[in-house]
T-cell receptor
Framework: GAGVSQTPSNKVTEKGKYVELRCDPI?????LYWYRQSLGQGPEFLIY????????DSGLPNDRFFAVRPEGSVSTLKIQRTERGDSAMYLC?????????????FGEGSRLTVL | GENVEQHPSTLSVQEGDSAVIKCTYS??????FPWYKQELGKRPQLIID?????GEKKDQRIAVTLNKTAKHFSLHITETQPEDSAVYFC????????FGTGTSLTVIP
């Protein structure tokens, strides 16, 4: 497809479980961002990849959160020992321009619910 | 990191009136300021942006102004229509993007 694809669209899990959320960016986009959006709030920055490397992971809330992008395309956000406070919409976005100067193309998001 | 504040959080206007949304940012190194529109249940989409070397930009009914000295920027929508109803987010960027908390705009027919 032409757009950013995120899977799963919905994930319900139990407290303490491990979760993986996948993002497939637009082909050729080198910049990839993960955001978390709670109801009524703006997207909260988590991590930014430039190619394969994490250029900035200062937004990850704690060491339970980790993200990878091993081949510079698909990225996976991994959450260990999930907590109820992790429940949110997780948005991925890619951009054709580096350094935060280009349009962000968002996916539809993965809604995570931790029971 | 950057801190972006956005006001108002909700805004209701009559169809045909203008709407103004304001944002401030904290880091003078930010150099790119996009605005995104998010309709209910949908992904955010870029509607207009401005770079730090420009003071104003207009695209049909939408305009954005930037005051670098005061570190604030605003979105102006003229001749509002019901389809403008959505949540609008401002953002400030250096490498990563920091978003405001959003403004829920309702245009009353």
């Amino acid at each position: 497809g032409a757009g950013v694809s995120q899977t799963p669209s919905n994930k319900v899990t139990e407290k303490g479980k491990y979760v993986e959320l996948r993002c497939d960016p637009i082909s050729g986009h080198t910049a990839l961002y993960w955001y978390r959006q709670s109801l009524g709030q703006g997207p909260e920055f988590l991590i930014y990849f430039q190619g394969t490397g994490a250029a900035d992971d200062s937004g990850l809330p704690n060491d339970r959160f980790f993200a990878v992008r091993p081949e510079g395309s698909v990225s996976t956000l991994k959450i260990q020992r999930t907590e109820r406070g992790d429940s949110a919409m997780y948005l991925c976005a890619s951009s054709p321009r580096q350094g935060g100067t280009g349009e962000l193309f968002f996916g539809e998001g993965s809604r995570l619910t931790v029971l | 990191g950057e801190n972006v504040e956005q006001h108002p959080s909700t805004l209701s206007v009559q169809e045909g009136d203008s709407a103004v949304i304001k944002c401030t940012y904290s880091d003078s190194a930010s150099n790119y300021f996009p605005w995104y529109k998010q309709e209910l249940g949908k992904r955010p989409q870029l509607i207009i942006d401005i770079r730090s070397n420009v003071g104003e930009k207009k695209d049909q009914r939408i305009a954005v102004t930037l005051n670098k000295t005061a570190k604030h920027f605003s979105l102006h929508i003229t001749e509002t229509q019901p389809e403008d109803s959505a949540v609008y987010f401002c953002a400030a960027s250096m490498d990563q993007f920091y978003f405001g908390t959003g403004t829920s705009l309702t245009v009353i027919p």
